[in-house]
């Protein structure tokens, strides 16, 4: 399975900044995805992150608010833009394939993240 | 349009019991089927995936999962449940070939003593 680290593993921000998240994946994996999870909620996607080209994202989901970044096949950051308290949420970055395995997503840690 | 359904928001079990999490998923064609779990505070772990293999999949820490296509089932089960299986659990259908997963609304397990 592939390894998966995110830094920071939380952070408290204040209303109006910006968070930058960073995941990265132990090896070379085909593709890259950022979730949200909100408090007491299940996951929801909010882009795929794609190596070499702009994210493409989920619908409710925009760059302006989410910029994405994949600059290579292991590394990938999320903003999170001009934050609100309702953007108080774990954000999680998933990975498919990684030694050979092309059908398993495998899941960072999560950066939990309060806005106040 | 793929999705999941978890059928109980909320599980409670005596330890040595045996667990049942009930999952129903709408797809028009062969489904990936998932199982995650999610420990507090901890990232989400693959318990098991079904993909047009064996209809009954067995996963990690005891747990296994049957698709039924005529019910449109993927119930995950445990025989006996330990207190470390306390947990929530993801139902996830994959949303086919761009590999986008979509998430049940999930299962609180507690394990009583």
């Known amino acids: 399975s592939a390894v998966i680290s995110q830094k920071p593993s939380r952070d408290i921000c204040q209303r109006g900044t910006s968070l930058t998240i960073q995941c990265q994946v132990d090896?070379?994996?085909?593709?890259m995805f950022w979730y949200r999870q909100q408090p007491g909620q299940s996951l929801t996607l909010i882009a795929t992150a794609n190596q070499g080209s702009e994210a493409t994202y989920e619908s409710g989901f925009v760059i302006d608010k989410f910029p994405i970044s994949r600059p290579n096949l292991t590394f990938s950051t999320l903003t999170v833009s001009n934050m609100s308290p309702e953007d108080s949420s774990i954000y999680l970055c998933s990975a498919l394939g990684g030694q050979g395995r092309t059908d398993t997503q495998y899941f960072g840690p999560g950066t939990r993240l309060t806005v106040l | 349009a793929q999705s999941v359904t978890q059928l109980d928001s909320h599980v409670s079990v005596s330890e040595g019991t045996p667990v049942l999490l009930r999952c129903n998923y709408s797809?028009?064609?062969?489904?990936?089927l998932f199982w995650y779990v999610q420990h507090p505070n901890k990232g989400l772990q693959l318990l098991l995936k079904y993909t047009s293999a064996a209809t009954l999949v067995k996963g990690i820490n005891g747990f296994e999962a049957e698709f039924k296509k005529s019910e449109t089932s993927f119930h995950l089960t445990k025989p006996s449940a330990h207190m470390s299986d306390a947990a929530e659990y993801f139902c996830?259908?994959?949303?086919?070939?761009?590999?986008?997963?979509?998430f049940g609304a999930g299962t609180t397990v507690t394990v009583r003593a």
């Open positions: 797809s028009s064609y062969s489904p990936s």
């Open positions: 090896s070379q994996v085909t593709m």
């Open positions: 996830v259908v994959g949303l086919g070939g761009d590999y986008k997963l979509s």
